[in-house]
């Protein structure tokens, strides 16, 4: 006979369900996509999600790892701090005290697009690698593969839980560069803001700020890297994404 499953208490039921419509929103995705993602039927979904019935242990597994997140709080009582920091899992403070297990989901090779600064209606596509460093305890950003190998940029990766974005932020010596992205989506894209500096002639340095995507790698499957112009396979692709960022909109540019 089979063993009934687990259900959640009315508490931890309420926590799930709002954590889950705080990604729905974030993610901007349909409940009808991610019932299809966890393999859930849409009726049991709206159900949960209404507190018309509370989450069992399989329908949150299967919610988890459709939007590659943890659903479920343990107790302070079982999750001591010095343990964790000890182990080098939580994150430092300014980064957002983000798990390790967390943001597993952020975690990947992704081709990275962008308006290009020295040609109109170019864009520019590079790789960029996120991945969980061991020393610093944090998530971390190195790109690669870049037209202009001398400004090859890597940092360090913010998951703050009140905003809700990512933030890829270089610091060298001062100086910084700050590219900030919203969530990854069901299907793994992040939209957002690059924020930098335009080299000029001689020493002269302009800030600039323009739309930025991060498409994952498996999504792409023969990325044009460097100077990407019209007539290129994956021209209009990008673009396309470019202009997501804008329209959804992801980000929003103010007129002067």
């Given at each position: 006979?089979?063993?009934?499953?687990?259900?959640?208490?009315?508490?931890?039921?309420?926590?799930?369900?709002?954590?889950?419509?705080?990604?729905?929103?974030?993610?901007?995705?349909?409940?009808?996509?991610?019932?299809?993602?966890?393999?859930?039927?849409?009726?049991?979904?709206?159900?949960?999600?209404?507190?018309?019935?509370?989450?069992?242990?399989?329908?949150?597994?299967?919610?988890?790892?459709?939007?590659?997140?943890?659903?479920?709080?343990?107790?302070?009582?079982?999750?001591?701090?010095?343990?964790?920091?000890?182990?080098?899992?939580?994150?430092?403070?300014?980064?957002?005290?983000?798990?390790?297990?967390?943001?597993?989901?952020i975690e990947g090779v992704y081709v990275t697009v962008r308006p290009s600064f020295g040609e109109k209606d170019a864009v520019y596509?590079?790789?960029?690698?996120?991945?969980?460093?061991?020393?610093?305890?944090?998530?971390?950003?190195?790109?690669?593969?870049?037209?202009?190998?001398?400004?090859?940029?890597?940092?360090?990766?913010?998951?703050?839980?009140?905003?809700?974005?990512?933030?890829?932020?270089?610091?060298?010596?001062?100086?910084?560069?700050?590219?900030?992205?919203?969530?990854?989506?069901?299907?793994?894209?992040?939209?957002?803001?690059?924020?930098?500096?335009?080299?000029?002639?001689?020493?002269?340095?302009?800030?600039?700020?323009?739309?930025?995507?991060?498409?994952?790698?498996?999504?792409?499957?023969?990325?044009?890297?460097?100077?990407?112009?019209?007539?290129?396979?994956?021209?209009?692709?990008?673009?396309?994404?470019?202009?997501?960022?804008?329209?959804?909109?992801?980000?929003?540019?103010?007129?002067?």
């Amino acid at each position: 006979m089979p063993t009934p499953d687990k259900q959640l208490s009315a508490e931890q039921s309420r926590q799930v369900a709002e954590t889950i419509r705080e990604e729905i929103a974030r993610r901007r995705i349909s409940r009808q996509t991610l019932a299809e993602e966890a393999k859930l039927s849409l009726s049991t979904l709206e159900k949960v999600l209404g507190g018309r019935r509370p989450f069992t242990l399989a329908t949150t597994v299967r919610l988890e790892q459709a939007l590659g997140v943890s659903l479920r709080k343990l107790p302070e009582a079982t999750a001591p701090v010095p343990v964790i920091e000890a182990n080098g899992e939580i994150a430092p403070d300014a980064l957002g005290a983000y798990a390790r297990r967390a943001v597993t989901w952020i975690e990947g090779v992704y081709v990275t697009v962008r308006p290009s600064f020295g040609e109109k209606d170019a864009v520019y596509a590079y790789r960029t690698e996120i991945a969980w460093d061991a020393a610093a305890a944090s998530l971390t950003f190195r790109e690669g593969e870049r037209l202009d190998a001398t400004y090859t940029q890597f940092g360090e990766v913010a998951v703050p839980n009140q905003s809700g974005f990512v933030y890829l932020v270089t610091n060298r010596h001062g100086q910084h560069r700050l590219i900030t992205v919203s969530r990854p989506r069901i299907t793994g894209e992040m939209y957002g803001i690059i924020t930098t500096l335009l080299a000029g002639r001689g020493s002269l340095l302009t800030p600039i700020a323009a739309p930025i995507a991060y498409l994952p790698a498996k999504n792409v499957p023969n990325p044009s890297v460097g100077r990407v112009s019209a007539g290129d396979p994956n021209y209009d692709v990008y673009r396309e994404h470019l202009r997501r960022t804008i329209d959804e909109p992801f980000a929003i540019f103010l007129p002067a």
